[in-house]
């Protein structure tokens, strides 16, 4: 195994320990970061949050009631990242991994 695995592992060990009310005033200053930063700009890309990340759903929901900007995230197709527009959770199905991803066919 990698160092770099290691590292990976160790901080997946971690993240598992805490329970999502735990989580939720991390989560949230998170949250109030991305918000505050998407100020001027017209695209935000961001990821579906999987097994313990950041909780990123929240920030998806606030975004799209901002319709100032576009909000993207990553498809996976052929070992390619492409990124698509989604303007809601209907816009998003379980890809590799079972992590969701836009439903756009690229």
Do not use: C
């Not at 990340?53 to 606030?62: G, K, R």
Request: aromatic share 8%.
């Amino acid at each position: 195994m990698s160092v770099k695995q290691d590292i990976a592992d160790a901080i997946n060990a971690q993240r598992k320990k805490y329970d999502v009310e735990t989580r939720l005033p991390w989560d949230k200053a998170i949250h109030d970061q991305v918000i505050e930063r998407t100020s001027g700009h017209k695209v935000v890309a961001l990821y579906a949050a999987f097994n313990h990340e950041v909780d990123t759903y929240a920030i998806m929901e606030t975004l799209w009631w901002d319709r100032t900007l576009t909000l993207v995230l990553p498809k996976i197709s052929n070992k390619v990242m492409t990124f698509h527009p989604v303007t809601g959770f209907q816009d998003l199905t379980p890809g590799q991994l079972g992590i969701l991803e836009p439903t756009t066919v690229v």
